[in-house]
């Protein structure tokens, strides 16, 4: 398993709320997690930044290597994050309203688990295609299920940040979990939004399948979002089966 991060400011913030990390559990499984913060300066950059830690601190206490124990794990320690992201916004006035979404993946060989909550997205390159693997938890996205926008409506429309599910802000933290199967050279992105409202799917699909090193690949996206007016913090995660995924 190879992989690489990177996570950049932006042209516009004064900060970057977006926290990222990569860790492993006693058996070597493999977990990776991005977070974007959400609700004011200070509050949304605590909300990513717990998120990432505690869960990335729990999950390296772990020795499952079966993607039943990882979802109910999951499942488990998510639930208890955002009671825990509640309690702290309650406790502290400078916090209150702050959220975060994630987007994590856990590797089981030759298999893979994703789940989120918001905005943040995961995308599978395979065989020289792109598929993204989440559906964002926004309302235009909900509109655009419901017919009421294109998805060249939705992507300036006015009401675009609004997100309809978070870790933190509301006691509904019941996460979208996926399994699916990848194989070698197969790529793995997770990604926060400041790069998917920047730059193109066709883009991302261009960098990944070049021939240049996970590092150059990342800066390289994250350069593609400022050139294109870098409106927000932007993170990117890129993961590469190796040798001893299945073929």
Not at 11 to 16: G, L, P, T, V
Not at 226 to 232: E, I, L, S, V
Request: proline content about 1%; overall charge negative; charged content about 25%.
């Amino acid at each position: 398993m190879k992989y690489a991060f990177q996570s950049d400011i932006g042209n516009h913030r004064d900060e970057n709320q977006d926290y990222v990390g990569v860790f492993k559990n006693k058996k070597d499984v493999l977990f990776s997690i991005v977070a974007d913060g959400i609700g004011g300066r200070q509050g949304g950059d605590v909300a990513s930044e717990m998120a990432v830690s505690h869960l990335g601190y729990l999950f390296q206490n772990t020795d499952f290597t079966d993607a039943l124990n990882a979802i109910k794990w999951l499942q488990t320690e998510v639930t208890q994050e955002n009671d825990e992201i509640l309690e702290t916004s309650q406790k502290y006035s400078d916090l209150n309203g702050m959220g975060t979404t994630i987007v994590v993946t856990i590797i089981l060989r030759n298999q893979f688990i994703v789940a989120h909550l918001g905005d943040s997205r995961c995308y599978l390159f395979k065989k020289n295609e792109l598929k993204q693997l989440t559906s964002d938890h926004s309302l235009v996205n909900e509109l655009i299920k419901q017919g009421q926008l294109s998805p060249e409506e939705a992507r300036n429309h006015p009401q675009k940040n609004i997100i309809t599910k978070t870790l933190g802000i509301s006691t509904n933290s019941d996460i979208d979990v996926h399994t699916y199967v990848w194989k070698k050279q197969d790529q793995i992105l997770l990604c926060t939004d400041g790069l998917t409202n920047m730059v193109s799917d066709q883009t991302i699909a261009n960098v990944l399948a070049s021939s240049v090193s996970l590092e150059e690949k990342c800066l390289k996206l994250i350069e593609f979002a400022n050139q294109a007016g870098g409106r927000d913090n932007v993170t990117v995660l890129i993961m590469q089966a190796d040798d001893e995924v299945n073929e």
